[in-house]
DNA sequence: TCGGATAGGCGCCCA
DNA sequence: TGGGCGCTTATCCGA
């Protein structure tokens, strides 16, 4: 492997592919050391470096945006130093099998659907989904009672925070209602605030835990959650 | 791009490097939707995909391993089908800068430092970090109460909870040892039990937290934590 | 920059 | 396989 034109082709924003054999000290946040063996390592244009196993979906390695990277070599070996504020990482590459450089454009943004705001929204415009009656006051309220997903009144004028899970939801899920139906019962000064946890499942203790409370559970998904795959489920279109 | 080749890439476990112009629609978990845009492309062997832009750490599209892979082509463009029981990826190929396979051995497995695991067991090693007198009984105890990280008695035999967090603590840990907490105080039918967060730091609200509940903090960081870089941290050799 | 929370989180361990 | 939870979590969003 050409050292100089890597450095190059990382000076002029590429995104380089290496595949090798090697074997990986890092220390920062915390120290770890990776025995030799063959990975892919890629280092992207905004000088992000990840090392990959042949399975697995996280990289076994890397370091973040902003890393500085040199080479050295001992005759025998060449090393790979990274470096950033408070990380650094070696690789000491024992062959390499293959690299290519690649210059990339790219600003597009994913457009993504299905998210724990949404289920929020989808609340918040079809209040029946909770219970008939239920007025919903705000969304997403991060100032004066913290990060309640959807806030409103019961049909008896008693509050109800709504905390929403887009997947199972398990203890600290309940945990955190809890939190807040504290917080609004403190900073409103009432005895009685209805905790709802909607989301599609509830995990064991979870259930127990929220019994206990005497909260309530709502099963919903999120909007287009397996739409294509749980026929049964009700839809509601937005 | 050869098709065929890069099937049979794939059927005999080789890792597939695709470097390509391409958009991506995936529906499952959620639904999402990324613009034509210049991508990296990996294939594992164990037929996990990830797609990488040319920044970040994270991939911005992936399917899980044991995805299925089919290619098809309406002579204009040529797809990518990806599919497992319960998400569908399609990627939409403009133009396939360069691609290659290799077959990759590696068999090791990360050793690493640092954890929370060991910043319990540092605690359970030298009672004196919590206090004097701190006498430990159990580790990790995932039975009876829990998943409590280290747990014992104090001088006057009063039981203690102890949480470790290798970062900052926030109002989730202050929630979790609460938890905690009250679960040893119903199974022990103890009224008094303390409940102590080690972390090398508190934000602002798990502090108030802490306090309401009448439990402590000890600034404890995790054995090896920045030891390179934070010359002031007193360091203890284990 | 910091704090708080979500994530198509992932991966690990254990029942 | 599912529950519970840590993570060198990363990323987003608001103050």
Redesign the pocket.
């Known amino acids: 492997m050409d050292m100089s034109s890597l450095m190059k082709a990382l000076d002029l924003g590429n995104t380089v592919l290496i595949c090798a054999n090697c074997s990986i000290s890092?220390s920062?946040?915390?120290e770890?050391f990776l025995a030799d063996g063959d990975r892919i390592i890629m280092i992207k244009s905004d000088r992000?470096l990840l090392?990959h196993q042949p399975s697995?979906?996280?990289?076994?390695?890397?370091?973040?945006?902003g890393t500085a990277f040199r080479f050295s070599s001992d005759g025998c070996r060449s090393v790979l130093h990274c470096s950033n504020a408070k990380?650094f990482?070696n690789i000491v590459f024992n062959r390499v099998h293959f690299h290519s450089f690649h210059e990339l454009f790219d600003g597009q943004?994913?457009q993504?659907t299905?998210?724990?705001?949404?289920m929020s929204l989808m609340i918040y415009n079809t209040p029946g989904l909770i219970e008939e009656g239920f007025r919903p006051l705000s969304m997403?309220e991060?100032?004066k009672f913290?990060?309640i997903?959807v806030f409103g009144f019961d049909r008896n004028n008693v509050l109800v925070v709504v905390?929403?899970?887009?997947?199972?939801a398990?203890?600290?899920?309940v945990d955190?209602l809890k939190?807040?139906v504290e917080k609004v019962k403190v900073t409103k000064g009432l005895s009685s605030v209805r905790g709802i946890l909607a989301a599609p499942?509830l995990?064991?203790?979870?259930e127990s835990m929220l019994l206990e409370l005497g909260f309530e559970f709502r099963p919903i998904s999120p909007p287009k959650y397996f739409e294509r795959f749980d026929s049964k489920q009700k839809r509601l279109d937005f």
């Open positions: 890092y920062g946040r915390a770890s992000t090392v697995g979906s996280t990289p076994i390695n890397y370091m973040r945006d990380e990482m943004k994913l993504i299905g998210s724990e705001r949404d997403e991060h100032t913290g990060f997903d905390e929403c899970k887009r997947y199972v398990d203890p600290k899920a955190q939190r807040y499942r995990s064991p203790s979870a």
